[in-house]
């Protein structure tokens, strides 16, 4: 489960560490000796907030072998809003929200609730969006940071995440997505999704999710046409592997 949120959030970090941290886990943690499936949210919840209050440090030991495993990425503070998310998931009212939020933390291996849709035409729509799980294994072993600036009227203002969190881009304006710093060596090609959700782009037929190919400058055009809470994933494709992704949220 560890390993299927790395890659879907975006942590560089590999499978040794993952064992280590999680062996240690359980031996400072002996509440879930004898846990069980129903205890997977609670454990869940422990497990990341532990994560997230780890120190930044170079390596671990190995278990057993006292080997010095390499930490090539910090982790704790997504492991810190995974805790959030999963407390989220156990307050959630319904089926639905909570596997809507548990799928936002492992991604789509996790089932959805059993929902029927209302809307053909809705159902039509959504059904056009692309996962990059379909198109390429996903192994994240590298860091990826994404930015945004905005401009209008030849004015531009740099975007950066913690902004995006705290307030609303306004409509009509200019956005360029960009790659501002990786640690991937050597060639790779990267491919972008931009999803864009509200009534306003239902009604239109406009609702997005196709995953493109970058067209050689490492940026991504948009405008913020229509309201709603939208989102841009930016994806680094190594020797046909996804070795990097990351996110930005963009409410408009």
Not at 139 to 167: F, G, P, V, W, Y
Request: charged share 30%; aromatic share 10%.
């Amino acid at each position: 489960m560890l390993r299927a949120w790395k890659n879907k959030v975006g942590v560089g970090i590999g499978g040794l560490l993952i064992d280590t941290l999680i062996y240690n886990f359980f031996i400072d943690e002996r509440q879930f000796d004898n846990a069980g499936y129903a205890d997977y949210p609670e454990m869940l919840v422990s497990l990341f907030t532990y994560l997230g209050g780890l120190p930044e440090q170079e390596y671990w030991l190995a278990p057993g072998s006292r080997q010095r495993v390499k930490c090539k990425a910090r982790f704790q503070a997504k492991a810190r809003k995974a805790a959030r998310r999963c407390q989220d998931a156990i307050d959630a009212s319904s089926e639905s929200a909570q596997a809507s939020l548990w799928r936002k933390l492992f991604g789509r291996q996790f089932p959805k609730a059993a929902v029927l849709q209302k809307s053909e035409g809705v159902v039509n729509v959504r059904s056009r969006e692309e996962f990059i799980e379909d198109m390429f294994p996903v192994d994240i072993r590298h860091d990826l940071e994404l930015d945004c600036e905005m401009s209008q009227d030849n004015m531009a203002e740099t975007l950066r995440r913690a902004l995006l969190q705290k307030r609303r881009v306004p409509l009509g304006r200019k956005l360029r997505f960009y790659i501002k710093a990786t640690d991937v060596p050597g060639d790779y090609f990267v491919r972008w999704k931009v999803r864009n959700r509200g009534d306003n782009a239902v009604r239109r037929s406009m609702l997005r999710g196709q995953i493109e190919l970058d067209k050689g400058q490492g940026e991504k055009i948009e405008r913020s046409d229509f309201s709603g809470n939208h989102y841009v994933e930016v994806y680094a494709i190594k020797d046909g592997v996804c070795v990097a992704r990351d996110r930005i949220s963009v409410p408009i």
